[in-house]
């Protein structure tokens, strides 16, 4: 069973468009959610955590949380090329004072279309 | 920012043979973490380690892995014997603590068994 789900599965938008990325939890003890965005031949770089109800904003990029539905979105404004990637959502529970499992979920693939 | 480096890039060995991947993680990170991604689709976590000791490990972490940090050098994962279904790339992360911390990811190890 699959505990974090993305949606859409892949995604374009044009250049200097807006594109939202979804991500839901069926586990409730998932306490912090980070999105990492992974271009092609390297390893994922996290873009932004967000661990609160509600929004926050870096630059373009706007995360949103809802706890209660355990749902969290991604929103780029203002699209750019060197944004298409892999995005991953990212819930992490920390269980103990040394375990932190982290699961990524399924992941999107945003495609910015010049 | 903070680098990960992984060595080597690329390995190609026969199947049921040994291959160690190796990482060398944030310099002073405490968390090391080993994930498997196939095929650019999701990334699955491994294995947690911290302070010598294997923290959490998923049901991917076969019998045939382990995991090491002699002496604060490299952090590897061992296969021994290698299987076909373990072609994969395979990446190493560290941090600097648990919870809401951001994980450091390198660009990964392509490992194809034959």
């Known amino acids: 069973q699959q505990k974090v789900q993305q949606s859409p599965e892949s995604l374009s938008v044009p250049e200097g468009g807006m594109a939202s990325l979804n991500c839901t939890s069926s586990d409730r003890n998932f306490q912090y959610f980070w999105w990492y965005r992974q271009h092609s031949g390297e390893g994922p770089k996290a873009l932004m955590?967000?661990?609160?109800?509600g929004d926050k904003k870096e630059g373009r990029f706007t995360a949103h949380l809802n706890k209660a539905s355990l749902h969290v979105s991604l929103h780029i404004r203002d699209s750019q090329p060197s944004d298409s990637a892999l995005y991953f959502c990212?819930?992490?529970?920390?269980?103990?004072?040394?375990?932190?499992?982290?699961?990524f979920g399924t992941g999107t693939r945003l495609q910015v279309l010049p | 920012g903070p680098k990960v480096l992984q060595i080597p890039s690329h390995q190609i060995i026969d199947m049921g043979q040994m291959v160690t991947l190796n990482c060398d993680p944030v310099?002073?990170?405490?968390?090391f973490y080993w994930y498997k991604q196939i095929l650019g689709q999701q990334m699955e976590f491994l294995v947690n380690f911290y302070n010598g000791k294997v923290m959490e490990k998923s049901k991917l972490f076969k019998d045939q892995f382990s995991v090491e940090r002699p002496d604060g050098s490299y952090f590897t994962l061992k296969i021994q014997p290698t299987a076909l279904e373990d072609s994969a790339v395979y990446f190493c992360a560290s941090s600097s603590g648990l919870g809401g911390l951001e994980q450091y990811f390198g660009p990964g190890t392509r490992l194809t068994v034959l």
């Open positions: 955590s967000i661990f609160s109800d």
């Open positions: 310099s002073n990170h405490l968390y």
């Open positions: 990212a819930a992490s529970e920390h269980r103990s004072p040394n375990t932190n499992k982290v699961v």
